[in-house]
Structure formats: C-alpha cells, structure tokens
C-alpha cells in the first residue's frame, strides 16, 4: 500500500494538510454566509485557494445560512480564460453544473434561464455528472446580462443562498477592454440579493488596482482580505506532528530552520519539511535540512536563472540590495554606491516595473521580495565576482 505523504505542495492544502488560518476561516466564513461579498489578496502559494476551498468545504456540509436557507457554493478558476467570452462560458457552465446535482435540472435550469441563446449540452463519457455547456452567441441581445444573472435566477428559483468564488480573478484585469468588462459585471452583481461573491487572486497590485481604485468599477465592492503568512509558532507544531505521525522525528527548533529558511511562505515551508523528512533517517539532524535547502535551490536554480535573465543589470541590482535587507532609503549615497543603482530618479521606475512583474511588493515605503527561496538564491550570488 502506498504510505501517505506526510505533506502537500502544488496543490491546494485540504484535510490535515491543512493547518491554521483559525481567524482568517473565521472572518470569511462569516462574511460568506451573510452576504458580504470579499476580495482575497494575497502574493503568489500563500494559500488563497486552500482558504477557500477549506470554508466553503465547510459551508457546504453545514449548508444553511444563519437565517436556516440552504447555501450552495460555486467554485470557479478563471486562470485559463483569456476574454470575455471565456469568462462567460466558464462562469456559466460552473453555475450551472454547480448548483444542481442531476442532468435533467441542469438542462432545465439553462432552458429555462438561458434560452435567448440556445444552450447545447455535450455529455462525455459519464453523461451523469459531466457535460460541457455551448452556446450561441449574439452581442446584440442581453447574452451577458442573461449569464451574469444567472445564479441570482437560480438562487431565486430553488430558494437558496448562491455563494460564487472566483479564483485569479486579477486575470480579467488582461483582457482587452478590461474595465468596461468589469462595469458589465459590477452593474450586474451589485444588484442581486441572492448572491455573494468571493474574488480572489495574486498579484497584489493587479487585484487592488480592481478593488482599491476610486476610477474603477469595483471600488470598494466587498470585504477586503490580505492574507497573512502563517505564524512560525503555527508551522513549527504542525511540521513536529507530521514527522511524529510518520514515526520520524525533528526538534521544533529545527523546524523553525526550516520556517526561516523560506519566510514561512506556505508552499516552500510544505516543499522544503517534504524533502528534509524523505532524506532523514528516523531522526532529522541539521545537516539533512541544510542540503535539503540546497537541493530545493538547485531545483528552482533555472527559474530564477531565466528571471534574472530577463532583467535590467540595474533591476537585478535592485532586487540584490533588498534581498540583502535593505527595504527603504534606495536613495541613500551608501545604498547606491554599494549595489550602483545610479540615480534616484531611476529607482522609482526600478521598483514599478519589479512590482509589475510580481518580484516585489511594495507596502507604503517598504519593499520586499515575494518569493523567498529566490531572495535567498539571490542572496548567494555572487554577481560581481
Ligand atoms: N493553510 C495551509 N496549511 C498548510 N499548507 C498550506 C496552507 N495554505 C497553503 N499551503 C501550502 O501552500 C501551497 C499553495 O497553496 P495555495 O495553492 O492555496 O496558494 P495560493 O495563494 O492560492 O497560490 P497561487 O497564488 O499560486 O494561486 C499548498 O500546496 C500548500 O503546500
Ligand atoms: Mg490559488
């Protein structure tokens, strides 16, 4: 029999791979279940989605709202649409197949909601419990406004509470003509009493310029959520139960290495305890979680290689100089002798496009790296050597 993993990367954390997040499943539990609609921000393998997953994972098996009516959740990852039309299959076919469990209310509910623009079911191999919805399509009729209205139809029809969760929702910020695409929805969305919608998605500056931008359509539309890194205190006792619970061991001091190794980054904590637990013995020594750290490095060696590639000498500079610590004052004489970062001027310019290109967050003054095995690859190079 295969032995379990003792843990997950790659994919969203459920079960008792999931540890934590006791406050944030709180409050969007809350929220999602009364109505408020929330925007999850968070950088890249924090753990948006397994947040998610996990709460209306939870809301499903309870199922009612605090008022007694049935709640049903929508799960929708939209990383793989590229345009409206995209969008609008995806969110209708997912409503659909998500909100009724049997073939004949999924025809009915798209017959009955959807019939201006002639729905057509194509069913695969296991026409029970899957199909794949198409439809006509004529900008000249309401298409949009039908399928935007559509789990407001359904929650009304079956007198439910509809919950739609929208993964990489920064994605839509890409299309073309992006923020008329976003009023469509706004003026859509805002006015349906059945529905409450969860957004969420990476790139921080992406998502707050579609949530936290007075010109934009979804100004202040919900509740807005920056997930928080989990605490070391949190890591340390989970790492020690999951080596436990395979019959190895490891001190919490040695798992907090491994804490500080990746800034406690969810998905680097998960991979870097994944490869110090196969290569121990029975009892973890420090050694094992030095050269797993380097392993983890060279496995990541030629994404980050391909990054600084792609790089300005002056960009890479940049990012060297925060990597080293440095998160403010890039204007001072030492700073920009030290990592030659030229003028001042430049190092706005320096800092947008990093930012753009997701390496670095930028909160009030301070900058940080994103990703932190990459702050640490950068960290021992030596680029002028
Ligand atoms: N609550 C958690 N407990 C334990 N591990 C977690 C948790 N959340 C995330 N992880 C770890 O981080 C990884 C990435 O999580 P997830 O896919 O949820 O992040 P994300 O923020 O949605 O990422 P992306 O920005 O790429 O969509 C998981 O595979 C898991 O290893
Ligand atoms: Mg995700």
């Known amino acids: 029999m295969a032995k379990e993993n003792p843990f997950v ?69 939209i990383f793989q649409c590229k345009s409206e039309y995209e969008f609008y299959h995806s969110f209708a076919s997912a409503v659909i197949k998500q909100t009724s469990s049997k073939l004949d209310e999924w025809v009915e509910m798209a017959r009955t909601f959807l019939s201006n623009i002639s729905p057509k079911f194509s069913f695969g191999s296991d026409p029970m419990n899957d199909f794949s919805l198409s439809f006509e399509w004529n900008p ?19 007198g439910i509470r509809i919950v739609v969760c929208l993964d990489e929702f920064q994605q839509i910020a890409d299309f073309s003509d992006a923020v008329t695409f976003q009023k469509k929805l706004r003026s859509v969305w805002q006015h349906q009493q059945n529905v409450t919608y969860c957004m969420f998605g990476s790139k921080k500056h992406l998502m707050e310029n579609i949530f936290n931008d007075k010109s ?53 904590v998960q991979h870097l305890s994944w490869l110090v637990w196969y290569k121990c013995d029975k009892t973890v020594t420090d050694s094992d979680i030095s050269g797993a750290i380097d392993d983890l490095l060279e496995q990541n060696k030629v994404f980050y290689q391909r990054e600084v590639e792609q790089l300005s000498e002056l960009q890479v500079n940049f990012l060297r100089a925060v990597a080293d610590g440095i998160s403010a004052g890039f204007s001072r004489k030492d700073v920009i ?24 967050d930028i909160d009030g003054q301070t900058v940080a790296i994103n990703d932190s095995l990459f702050k640490l690859w950068l960290k021992r190079q030596k680029f002028y050597e």
């Open 9 to 77: 990367f790659g994919k969203a954390a459920e079960g008792s791979y999931f540890t934590d997040r006791t406050e944030d499943t709180k409050r969007l539990t809350a929220n999602l279940t009364h109505g408020i609609s929330t925007i999850l921000i968070s950088p890249r393998r924090w753990g948006k989605t397994s947040l998610v997953k996990k709460v209306i994972g939870d809301i499903g098996k309870s199922r009612t709202s605090t008022s007694g009516t049935e709640i049903k959740c929508v799960f929708i990852d």
């Open 140 to 158: 000249q009729d309401d298409t949009e406004s039908d399928i935007l209205q559509l789990p407001e139809k359904i929650a009304q029809k079956k």
């Open 216 to 268: 934009m359509p979804f100004y202040k539309f919900g509740d807005m959520m920056f997930l928080k890194k989990i605490d070391t205190e949190e890591w340390v006792d989970f790492i020690c139960k999951k080596f436990n619970d395979s019959g190895k061991s490891i001190t919490a001091k040695q798992a907090a290495t491994i804490c500080e190794a990746t800034e406690n980054l969810s998905s680097y």
């Open 337 to 360: 002798k030290k990592y030659r970062l030229i003028s001042s001027p430049n190092i706005q310019s320096v800092k947008k496009s990093l930012q753009k290109k997701d390496l670095i």
